[in-house]
């Protein structure tokens, strides 16, 4: 492990150590670093150095997650998460996270599709002004059983329903767009032991892009947090 | 996991529709780790062969989906005139089955939804599979208003699609809201139903032994890898839809009232309706839900995450509609008589006594009478009688629905213009077709998807509270520490 950086670096924690990619890039091998006899995966040869892409801690119940998790916001890292197989209650404060603003825009959407629904049936069953929408067509105002064209009651349930379509839509693929997904290739998923996250195990991942991420205090730092293996997984 | 002595009893304990004062009954019997609820719901996935009985029930349910293909294709290539629809009765089969399907599927939005914004923990358990049957019965549903248009290839023509012909559909009709109504619907169950399912893919694709099933389930789970920053947006996103689904699932089955309350037929022309029409939906509903669960329980070997007591609690469910139902029918009767309406009373005496007598008390006794056998807890908890009740309960339903179609329009106001419904073998095979339809979709849903929440299910479990008895030892102590 060949790292100068980690050599300047003297103080436990320091606030702001900037390091650059091509730094990184010198750490090769830094698998050699797990514990956990049963895994196997660490001992695969690496042909060529490769980029770290960050530090994988592995727990065992929620509860330890928790605990560690607040020690490394409360370390100061800003590039890494937790992984767990459902969502644990308080683990967004124990991160620090800040509330999403999704149901803002979900809000901005569904007022769309009130006033999308209001336009479209005002334009077809009210109005009589000739609109390209991919061909020319006409509103038909026409009368039926004495109702007035422009009947507002009775565009009442279409606006409802289209207010919910559009709100929904928006909730579904905001949520997935914040989140980059899809993205069907993570470095993570080499790991064989993060498999378990989505089972029965709990895990924080600390990235090499983080400022303060210096691979071998890192990882003696999350060996402070008693996890049952850290694990070093390359990009 | 040596500190969940007291968990560990509460989940080896066989019957849990016991209630404990201060204590909450376990929903997951029999495990006391993660590990073991996602093995036990991806078995079903995972296994070589599905049981035999899912090869016989598949074999059935194909040859009568063929029987639906069969007929449909009758349908169009002669048109309307082979179902039993006469004038006056335009409406018969196909409308009682539309309001049937789409009924059935009020309870899986329910579930997902109201029992969500509610926090009734038992609905993780029976979310997944009524939410799938949600979008099953849409679907056969759907099928109904498209096939009776007549002319089918102009379906089309029920969307405001920008034509030539500057034609567009009539806003000021229920029959429009409906088609809004419902394929709004259709859209935000499968949105919500696939959104609770990306987690659970995920699993699947973590755990797959073949490539086929790892590319499969990967794609779907659209790499999905746990995390929180993931999770605090996903559970926001979850909560919104519950709460948009909310008001969509109580619309749905209004809007299908307005069909008929917006209508001059004596019958029909009540204002009852669309608080009538929610509260039969969602009877119908559980009725099918208990319908399945209890031979997919069995089958599968769900037995400890579908539990007795979720059984018990859709049993009361049962109750309560199927009272909320029975209160409407003698409101409809007692409205008849103090309206004064000449029309109106004649209709509703006309239903119970006249020549559909028999399908109005097919209805009464299924609807009416059976659920109040629930008021016993022996028969909740029963899972053979409640089976039978269910099937009760799904067949009184269909009958409300043909009731309140064909004796309104097959004796209105004037006599010279009655005539009676007969349903044809096209009207029958049908019908019985659409289940063969229903039931391929949900036998292809039970072996291939996850059944059972198993992301929720894990956070309901004693286990998942990072300050409860699941915290290990760094645990309560490092949560005291980040507060301080």
Same mark, same amino acid.
């Given at each position: 492990?060949d790292?100068?950086?980690t050599?300047?670096v003297?103080?436990?924690?320091?606030?702001c *150590?900037?390091?650059?990619?091509?730094?990184?890039?010198? *750490?090769?091998?830094?698998?050699?670093? *797990?514990?956990?006899?049963t895994d196997?995966?660490?001992e695969r040869p690496?042909?060529?150095?490769?980029r770290?892409y960050?530090l994988?801690?592995? &727990?065992?119940?929620?509860?330890d997650?928790?605990?560690a998790?607040e020690?490394?916001?409360?370390?100061g890292?800003?590039w890494w998460?937790c992984h767990t197989p459902?969502?644990?209650?308080g683990?967004d404060?124990?991160?620090?996270?800040?509330?999403?603003?999704?149901?803002?825009l979900?809000?901005g959407?569904?007022a769309?599709?009130?006033?999308v629904?209001?336009l479209l049936?005002?334009?077809?069953?009210s109005?009589?002004?000739?609109?390209w929408?991919?061909?020319?067509?006409?509103?038909y105002?026409?009368?039926?059983?004495?109702?007035p064209a422009?009947?507002?009651p009775a565009f009442?349930? *279409?606006? &409802?329903?289209?207010?919910?379509? &559009?709100s929904?839509l928006?909730?579904v693929k905001?949520m997935f767009? &914040?989140?980059?997904?899809?993205?069907?290739?993570?470095?993570?998923?080499?790991s064989?032991?993060?498999?378990r996250a989505s089972n029965?195990?709990f895990f924080i991942?600390i990235e090499a892009?983080?400022?303060?991420?210096?691979?071998?205090r890192?990882?003696e730092f999350?060996?402070?947090?008693?996890?049952t293996s850290?694990?070093?997984?390359?990009d | =996991?040596?500190t969940?002595?007291?968990?560990?009893?509460?989940g080896?304990?066989? @019957?849990n529709?016991? @209630?404990?004062?201060?204590?909450?009954?376990?929903?997951v019997?029999? $495990?006391?780790t993660? /590990?073991?609820?996602?093995?036990t719901?991806?078995?079903?996935?995972?296994?070589?062969?599905?049981?035999?009985?899912?090869?016989?029930a598949?074999?059935?349910?194909?040859?009568?989906?063929s029987v639906?293909?069969?007929?449909i294709g009758?349908?169009i290539?002669?048109?309307?005139?082979?179902?039993g629809?006469n004038?006056?009765?335009?409406w018969?089969?196909?409308?009682t089955?539309f309001?049937f399907?789409v009924?059935i599927g009020h309870?899986?939005?329910?579930?997902?939804?109201?029992?969500?914004l509610?926090?009734?923990?038992?609905?993780t358990?029976i979310?997944?599979?009524a939410?799938?049957?949600t979008?099953?019965?849409?679907?056969c549903?759907g099928?109904?208003? /498209?096939i009776?248009?007549?002319?089918?290839?102009?379906?089309y023509?029920?969307?405001?699609?920008?034509?030539?012909m500057?034609?567009?559909?009539?806003?000021?009709?229920?029959?429009?809201? @409906?088609?809004?109504a %419902?394929s !709004?619907?259709?859209?935000?169950?499968l949105?919500?139903w696939?959104t609770?399912?990306?987690?659970?893919l995920?699993? #699947?694709?973590d755990?797959?032994?073949g490539?086929?099933?790892?590319v /499969?389930?990967?794609?779907?789970a659209?790499?999905?890898r746990?995390?929180?920053?993931?999770?605090?947006?996903?559970?926001?996103a979850?909560?919104i839809?519950?709460a948009?689904s !909310?008001?969509l699932v109580?619309?749905?089955h209004s809007v299908v009232?307005?069909?008929?309350a917006?209508?001059q037929?004596p019958?029909?022309?009540t204002?009852?309706?669309p608080?009538?029409?929610?509260?039969g939906?969602?009877?119908?509903?559980?009725a099918m839900v208990?319908?399945?669960a209890v031979p997919a329980r069995e089958l599968?070997?769900?037995k400890?995450?579908i539990? #007795?007591r979720?059984?018990?609690n $859709?049993?009361?469910v049962?109750?309560?509609t199927?009272c909320?139902?029975g209160y409407?029918?003698? =409101?409809?009767f007692f409205?008849a008589w103090?309206?004064g309406?000449m029309?109106?009373?004649?209709?509703?005496?006309n239903?119970?006594?006249?020549q559909y007598?028999?399908?109005?008390?097919?209805?009464?006794?299924c609807?009416?009478? !059976?659920?109040?056998?629930?008021w016993?807890k022996k028969?909740r908890?029963s899972?053979p009688? =409640?089976?039978?009740?269910?099937?009760?309960?799904?067949?009184? $339903?269909w009958?409300?629905?043909?009731?309140?179609i064909v004796t309104?329009?097959a004796? @209105?106001?004037?006599?010279?213009?009655?005539?009676?419904?007969?349903?044809?073998w %096209?009207d029958?095979g049908t019908?019985?077709?659409?289940?063969g339809?229903f039931?391929?979709?949900?036998?292809?849903?039970c072996r291939?998807?996850? $059944?059972?929440?198993m992301?929720?299910?894990? !956070?309901?479990?004693?286990?998942a509270d990072?300050h409860g008895? /699941?915290a290990?030892k760094?645990?309560?102590?490092?949560?005291?520490k980040?507060?301080?």
């Open positions: 492990m790292i100068t950086v050599r300047r003297t103080t436990k924690f320091p606030l *150590v900037r390091q650059s990619f091509d730094e990184i890039h010198t *750490v090769s091998n830094m698998a050699t670093i *797990v514990t956990s006899p196997t995966s660490q690496a042909p060529k150095p490769t770290l960050g994988m801690a592995e &727990f065992e119940t929620p509860g997650l928790m605990a998790a020690k490394v916001r409360d370390a890292f800003r998460d459902f969502p644990v209650h683990l404060g124990a991160m620090g996270l800040k509330r999403t603003v999704l149901p803002w979900v809000f959407a569904g769309t599709g009130t006033l629904a209001f049936q005002a334009y077809t069953n109005w009589n002004f000739p609109m929408a991919g061909v020319w067509v006409h509103g105002p026409f009368l039926i059983s004495g109702k422009m009947s507002l009442i349930p *279409v606006m &409802f329903e289209l207010t919910i379509l &559009f929904a928006a909730t905001l767009l &914040f989140n980059g997904l899809p993205m069907l290739y993570h470095p993570l998923f080499k064989n032991r993060f498999r029965d195990r991942v892009r983080d400022p303060k991420f210096l691979p071998k890192t990882e999350l060996r402070t947090l008693g996890p850290v694990e070093a997984v390359e | =996991m040596t969940l002595s007291h968990d560990s009893q509460l080896q304990m066989s @019957d529709t016991v @209630d404990r004062p201060g204590e909450r009954a376990p929903l019997l029999n $495990m006391n993660f /590990g073991q609820v996602t093995a719901v991806c078995r079903v996935n995972e296994a070589e062969k599905a049981p035999t009985a899912w090869y016989i598949f074999a059935g349910a194909l040859g009568l989906l639906l293909g069969a007929c009758y349908l290539v002669t048109g309307v005139g082979v179902w629809l004038n006056p009765v335009m018969a089969y196909d409308i089955n309001v399907w009924g309870a899986g939005t329910l579930i997902s939804a109201i029992l969500f509610f926090r009734q923990k038992w609905r358990g979310n997944r599979f939410e799938a049957m979008i099953f019965a849409v679907i549903a099928t109904f208003p /498209g009776h248009v007549g002319r089918v290839w102009f379906a023509w029920l969307f405001p699609i920008p034509n030539q500057e034609m567009w559909p009539q806003f000021r009709s229920p029959l429009l809201w @409906d088609v809004f %419902v !709004t619907y259709f859209t935000v169950s949105l919500f696939y609770g399912m990306v987690p659970d995920a699993t #699947l694709r755990r797959a032994k490539k086929l099933q790892q /499969g389930y990967g794609i779907f659209l790499g999905w746990g995390s929180n920053r993931h999770w605090h947006r996903y559970e926001r979850y909560l839809l519950a948009l !909310t008001p109580l619309s749905v009232s307005f069909d008929f917006t209508s037929l019958g029909w022309h204002t009852i309706f608080p009538y029409f929610v509260a939906a969602i009877f119908s509903g559980f208990v319908t399945l599968f070997g769900l400890d995450l539990t #007795l979720h059984l018990d $859709m049993n009361k049962i109750l309560v199927g909320m139902v409407a029918y003698s =409101m409809e409205i103090y309206s309406a029309y109106e009373k004649f209709a509703f005496i239903r119970a006594f006249g007598w028999w399908a109005y008390w097919i209805m009464v006794s609807n009416v009478i !059976t659920p109040q056998l629930f016993f028969i908890t899972i009688i =409640m089976f039978v009740l269910s099937l009760f309960v799904n067949v009184g $339903m009958f409300e629905r043909f009731v309140i309104s329009l004796n @209105d106001f004037l006599p010279t213009s009655w005539d009676m419904f007969t349903p044809t %096209v029958i019908m019985v077709g659409a289940f339809l039931f391929t979709l949900f036998l292809l849903f291939y998807l996850p $059944m059972i929440a992301a929720e299910v894990k !956070t309901v479990m004693p286990q990072p008895a /699941g290990g760094h645990g309560h102590h490092g949560h005291e980040g507060h301080h």
